[in-house]
């Protein structure tokens, strides 16, 4: 499976120290231009900068230029760089599915037919895969973070993980 992924799912998979997983759950990972700009330049020394540059450099991640400028560009308008680039490149190069938390750049990329998987879609592949034991315990680490979720879909979570 190769995917396409945005900044937050990378970030958050990183924090909650899981990033090394991915290679379980997907044969590559693509990412945009300003994704590697916003975890591995501007993210210089902060989480998960040492795990995309270790990706990249192990060749499970590969950083790609996105073709069409004016898609990103429109799409910038309401969402940030890294989210309209991700995107465009999922449509672009046929990806199986595109990471991404993003609520309105979901939209978006489900209105584009992009398969979506964001943090939590991670944690409960990791679960089913016997991985993870629990989805909980990352669940709210995460929510530690900053991570946000709402109360009704924390619980519709838990119970799609069985816990």
Same mark, same amino acid.
């Given at each position: 499976?190769?995917?396409?992924? @945005?900044?937050?799912?990378?970030? @958050?998979?990183?924090?909650? *120290?899981?990033?090394?997983?991915?290679?379980?759950?997907?044969?590559?990972?693509?990412?945009?231009?300003?994704?590697?700009?916003?975890?591995?330049? *501007?993210?210089?020394?902060?989480?998960?900068? !040492?795990?995309?540059?270790?990706?990249?450099?192990? $060749?499970?991640?590969?950083?790609?230029?996105?073709?069409?400028?004016?898609?990103?560009?429109?799409?910038?308008?309401?969402? $940030?760089?890294?989210?309209?680039?991700?995107?465009?490149?999922?449509?672009?190069?046929?990806?199986?599915?595109?990471?991404?938390?993003?609520?309105?750049?979901?939209?978006?990329?489900?209105?584009?037919?992009?398969? &979506?998987?964001? !943090?939590?879609? &991670?944690?409960?592949?990791?679960?089913?895969?016997?991985?993870?034991? *629990?989805?909980?315990?990352?669940? @709210?680490?995460?929510?530690?973070? $900053?991570?946000?979720?709402?109360?009704?879909?924390?619980?519709?979570?838990?119970?799609?993980?069985?816990?």
């Amino acid at each position: 499976m190769i995917v396409v992924s @945005n900044a937050s799912p990378l970030i @958050n998979i990183s924090r909650l *120290k899981l990033f090394h997983h991915l290679l379980a759950l997907y044969e590559k990972l693509v990412i945009p231009e300003a994704v590697f700009i916003e975890v591995a330049e *501007k993210g210089a020394g902060r989480t998960g900068d !040492t795990e995309v540059s270790a990706g990249l450099k192990s $060749g499970f991640i590969e950083k790609k230029r996105v073709s069409n400028a004016l898609a990103v560009s429109a799409l910038s308008e309401f969402f $940030g760089g890294g989210e309209a680039e991700a995107i465009v490149l999922a449509s672009e190069i046929s990806a199986d599915a595109i990471l991404l938390d993003d609520n309105k750049a979901r939209i978006v990329a489900q209105s584009m037919k992009l398969h &979506i998987i964001g !943090t939590i879609g &991670i944690l409960l592949e990791l679960k089913n895969k016997n991985i993870i034991p *629990k989805v909980k315990p990352y669940l @709210n680490e995460a929510i530690k973070y $900053g991570f946000r979720i709402s109360p009704d879909l924390y619980n519709k979570v838990l119970q799609k993980a069985g816990e």
